[in-house]
């Protein structure tokens, strides 16, 4: 299946298709607020958002089954503010679920970030699938998230060697994520 999937930047055209996609993913999740793709067309409108770091995966047929956005954020410490990235959301649709094709968003968007310069990417996600792509509890390296949840759910990943050397403090999202 995957030799069948483009992963790509998206474009305008893509919206209306990316708005189902998110819905469809996040329709039967216990944990979300279903306010996901709200998110991603209030990033769209941030200085938070980077047109680059927003993809979609795209079958042959140009359907449209996933979608990852990344966008920037600050770590702020007590002598330094930096500007890392947050991955939200990652959304396939529940028929392409559990084919990889989320892994091929990550692995992607992780790909063109580090190509951009920047050094990791923080999320509140799956503590079971994240890992798999190198993430880890952000609490180990000093990163806090200031949302009330568990700190298993936390993570961050290094995008390019000794990422994370120096990155620790409380992570400061765009406005767009206070709904």
Excluded: W
């Excluded at 709200?38 to 769209?44: G, H, N, S």
């Excluded at 989320?102 to 190509?115: D, F, Q």
Aim: glycine share 6%; aromatic share 8%; hydrophobic share 40%.
């Amino acid at each position: 299946m995957s030799n069948d999937i483009i992963i790509r930047q998206e474009t305008v055209k893509d919206f209306d298709q990316i708005r189902t996609v998110i819905e469809s993913a996040f329709r039967n999740m216990e944990e979300s607020d279903h306010t996901e793709h709200i998110l991603v067309e209030k990033l769209r409108e941030s200085d938070a958002y980077i047109p680059e770091l927003s993809l979609v995966a795209e079958t042959g047929n140009n359907q449209i089954i996933g979608h990852i956005l990344l966008s920037k954020v600050k770590i702020v410490n007590e002598n330094n503010s930096y500007t890392a990235l947050a991955l939200a959301p990652l959304s396939v649709l529940p028929s392409h679920q559990r084919m990889g094709i989320g892994g091929m968003l990550i692995k992607e968007a992780h790909r063109r970030a580090a190509k951009l310069g920047y050094a990791a990417t923080v999320l509140l996600g799956h503590k079971d699938y994240y890992p798999k792509f190198g993430y880890q509890k952000a609490s180990v390296f000093g990163i806090k998230i200031p949302f009330n949840v568990p700190d298993e759910n936390c993570m961050v990943v290094e995008l390019k060697k000794d990422g994370l050397k120096e990155l620790y403090g409380t992570v400061h999202y765009s406005d767009a994520f206070y709904l």
